[in-house]
């Protein structure tokens, strides 16, 4: 080979994975946040030869302020970038998960993905009777009469539940722009579900305008870039003797990281899984 000239190199795709209950993740429990994943949401986008960027979700949704973190990261990279974006759906991404997809250029599904619930949710125990049972008085003091809003070991105020659902109402109006402006002329509005917190299944995610087609990320990527496109995995999480590090170091005590798990899965148990 002549001094002075070198091989092309083979075309390649930055692929970052997101997998996991959305402001959740620790020693029990596997989900992410903004701050575990723009590290190497970025340096996906730093690479100057790359033909495009992906990323996989698995994800049943979390933190609707996590959500839009990452979610703007991405557009934001994007353009600076000039990068195109393709998404790839594994078992689900719903709800927080689908915010995040939104950012993508083209949605891709499995034919057995589960896409969607488009929706604001809010879930917990009241413990009130249980306490009584138990001979516990509770005992709070607060300055500000809003404060104790919705404590699981006190009975529902109506007013204090008025205040929650316009709360979410205005969160999930804010879905509802992210999805229309991300999906424009594709999303099909006449279907009365699809803000609803409904889901749909692979095909039909497509044909409602969630997605743009079935397939997986190297037929579809090669099929774009040639044959010999390379996929190139951008870890979010440190590995090895970093890892167990900061395993040991973990912000939560045992009892905090166990219940969150539990949240976590229940996160994954309402779509089956």
Known sequence: MPFGLSLPRAPFVPVVRLTGAIGAGGRFR???????????????????????????VNSPGGSPVQSSLIYKRIKALKTEKGKRVF???????????????????????????IVGSIGVISAGFGFQDAIAKLGVERRV???????????PFQAEREEDVNRLLAIQAEVHETFKRVVRAARGNRLKDEDPDLFTGAIWAGQRAVDVGLADGVGDIRSVL???YGDKLKLKVIPTRPTGWLARRLGMAGREGLAGEALSALEARAHWARFGL
Do not use: P, W
């Open 141 to 151: 003091h607060t300055a500000g009469e809003n404060k104790m809003m919705l404590d």
């Open 222 to 224: 090669r099929g774009r």
């Open 30 to 56: 596997q989900g992410f946040d903004f701050e575990a994943v723009v590290g190497a949401i970025e340096k996906a986008f730093a690479m100057k030869q790359a033909r495009a960027v992906a990323f996989i």
């Open 87 to 113: 998404v790839f759906v594994e078992d689900v991404a719903a709800s927080g998960g689908y915010y995040i997809a939104c950012a993508g250029d083209e949605i891709f599904v499995d034919e057995s993905s």
